[in-house]
């Protein structure tokens, strides 16, 4: 038979304390906590999100964001950024 730290007051064989069945610990073996969370889903981004591109360039707090200018990179521009990346890194 396994032995399970769980059944054992959360403690491992040798006599020290095991780690994951600490609270201090993600869930600290606290099953019924951790399937509640679980049920929930993993995401906890928002509903929507704020995406500058698709808002001409601009962030939420009405700056402009580097990353879609033409002087960035590949500015915004998928198709030119697919194709180098088709072709391989830097050479």
């Known amino acids: 038979m396994t032995y399970k730290p769980s059944e054992h007051g959360g403690v491992k064989e040798d ?36 995406k500058p591109s698709e808002h001409g360039g601009v962030k939420k707090d009405g700056t402009e964001d580097s990353r879609t200018n033409p002087e960035h990179g590949f500015g915004g521009d998928r198709q030119a950024a697919s194709e180098q990346g088709k072709k391989g890194g830097s050479k």
Do not use: C, L, V, W
């Open 15 to 50: 006599g020290t304390k095991d780690k994951r069945m600490d609270p201090e610990h993600g869930f600290g073996g606290d099953r019924e906590r951790a399937s509640a969370e679980g049920a929930k889903g993993g995401s906890n981004q928002p509903d929507e999100i704020y």
